[in-house]
């Protein structure tokens, strides 16, 4: 059963890099069957898919993240991180990694990671 | 992109209704549809896959239909438990993955 815990920073400041790590258990991130997927939540608003990325280490972006957006995968760890630079107050989220069996539906998900942008 | 159309945004209903939430995509999408339930705090739940095929653990109740670009997903007899959010979410191949707007299931 494949399980999924974000990590990271909980404040960031405004026009710096905002780091996630989705640490992975049930599965290697390697294994090929499954791609790795980060999506956010602001406060009282809907779910947004940030990206993905492959055992290959081949990445789909959300086109409107991404100039700023990269997702990267740690096999020596079995993690996979995100990086979002130039973050404003619009970055304010709850920040979720998710897993997906390849070409199909995200599951499992990770309980959130809530990262607030602010000086 | 595939856009999503969810709606209503907003549905008021009682225990034991019966209520239908419809998610509309821009372009085909065969039956490559999910929906998730979503309490507050807590990460979405799937519930239906396949556009109809019912996660497993999740009560008969609720049922999923629909393929190219129109979806349903219904609940047949409202419990306490199924007051929540509600989205539905594309994974067409080759596609970047969009969710609908979300649906907010309240007690009336």
């Known amino acids: 059963q494949v399980q999924l815990q974000e990590s990271g920073p909980g404040l960031v400041k405004p026009s710096q890099t905002l780091s996630l790590a989705c640490s992975v258990s049930g599965d290697s991130i390697s294994s090929g069957n499954r791609y790795w997927s980060w999506i956010r939540q602001p406060a009282g608003k809907g779910l947004e898919w940030i990206g993905r990325?492959?055992?290959?280490?081949?990445?789909d972006y959300n086109p409107s993240l991404e100039s700023r957006v990269t997702i990267s995968l740690d096999t020596s760890k079995n993690q996979f991180s995100l990086n979002l630079n130039s973050v404003t107050d619009a970055d304010t989220a709850l920040y979720y990694c998710?897993?997906?069996?390849?070409?199909?539906?995200?599951?499992?998900w990770g309980q959130g990671t809530l990262v607030t942008v602010s000086s | 992109d595939i856009q999503m159309t969810q709606s209503p945004s907003t549905l008021s209903a009682s225990v034991g209704d019966r209520v239908t939430i419809t998610c509309r995509a821009s372009q085909s999408i065969s039956r490559r549809l999910a929906w998730y339930q979503q309490k507050p705090g807590k990460a979405p739940k799937l519930l239906i896959y396949?556009?109809?095929s019912l996660e497993s653990g999740v009560p008969s109740r609720f049922s999923g239909s629909g393929s190219g670009t129109e979806f349903t997903l219904t609940i047949s007899s409202l419990q306490p438990d199924d007051f929540a959010t509600y989205y539905c979410q594309q994974y067409n191949i080759y596609s970047p993955v969009t969710f609908g707007q979300g649906t907010k299931l309240e007690i009336k």
């Open positions: 990325i492959y055992a290959s280490g081949s990445t």
């Open positions: 396949a556009a109809s």
């Open positions: 998710a897993s997906a069996p390849l070409g199909t539906w995200l599951d499992p």
